[in-house]
């Protein structure tokens, strides 16, 4: 006799990598925990009000670096944090205000239907005439990765930078990942292929509301970030024996 097993609800993250976003903090928290109510935090060094902001909300984890260890650390950290709590799914996104809170329930509807290891927000999977369009420079060298990415690992990506995701934790428990600046994308998709972690792309709003906004140091000069860029990737190929 075959008896219903009902699905578990799996047990979801919310993780913020944040530098100095005291202009967006609170609104953002209040929008994201109307969906989710387990969100940590990765203040990455902050030196504005964040860390004052974040000592009076009670409704949120924090882990806070004593000074700026770059984006790919905030988001190892996110990932050790879900592990080690025992979550079965973590979403990241950027607190900007350029990924829309409102567009969680798409991820939360991706992950109910249980096919993919990664579930990858892409800004250029569906085109939108609400969009904003990107500096010409970041949508070329996005395009350029992209490709390559896809040609080296077989993947059918069409954004490899969007922040907005959602992961499998017993499957990113399996990846190594060390690179602790911009590039972390590039290492996580070639162990990410590696390991045959099941991809999903779902359409996300592009929206860019501060063009200007840097990466800061040599990396806000687009050939030297392209460079950097390709260098993680082929160390990543190299590490993972794919080359």
Not at 107 to 131: K, N, Q, T, V, W
Not at 193 to 222: C, M, W
Request: glycine residues 6%; aromatic residues 8%; proline residues 5%.
């Amino acid at each position: 006799m075959v008896t219903d097993r009902k699905k578990t609800t799996p047990k979801i993250l919310l993780a913020l990598p944040v530098f100095n976003e005291e202009k967006h903090l609170n609104a953002v928290l209040d929008k994201v925990g109307k969906y989710l109510q387990d969100v940590v935090v990765i203040d990455d060094g902050s030196t504005d009000e964040t860390k004052l902001i974040l000592a009076r909300r009670k409704d949120v984890c924090a882990i806070s670096h004593p000074k700026n260890r770059g984006y790919g650390r905030s988001i190892i950290d996110a990932f050790h944090f879900a592990i080690g709590c025992g979550f079965d799914w973590v979403m990241s996104m950027d607190c900007d205000l350029q990924h829309e809170p409102s567009q969680i329930p798409n991820f939360l509807s991706a992950i109910a239907d249980d096919d993919a290891d990664i579930i990858s927000g892409s800004r250029y999977l569906r085109e939108c005439p609400a969009d904003d369009q990107p500096p010409a420079e970041r949508r070329r060298i996005n395009k350029i990765i992209t490709e390559t990415i896809n040609q080296r690992l077989k993947l059918n990506l069409t954004d490899a930078f969007c922040g907005f995701k959602a992961y499998r934790v017993k499957s990113i428990d399996r990846l190594k990942l060390t690179e602790t600046g911009y590039g972390l994308p590039l290492q996580f998709w070639v162990q990410s292929a590696a390991q045959q972690l099941r991809i999903r792309e779902i359409p996300v709003k592009l929206i860019y509301n501060d063009p200007d906004r840097h990466f800061g140091g040599t990396l806000d000069e687009s050939k030297t970030r392209l460079q950097y860029y390709r260098k993680v990737f082929d160390n990543a190929l190299q590490e993972a024996g794919l080359t």
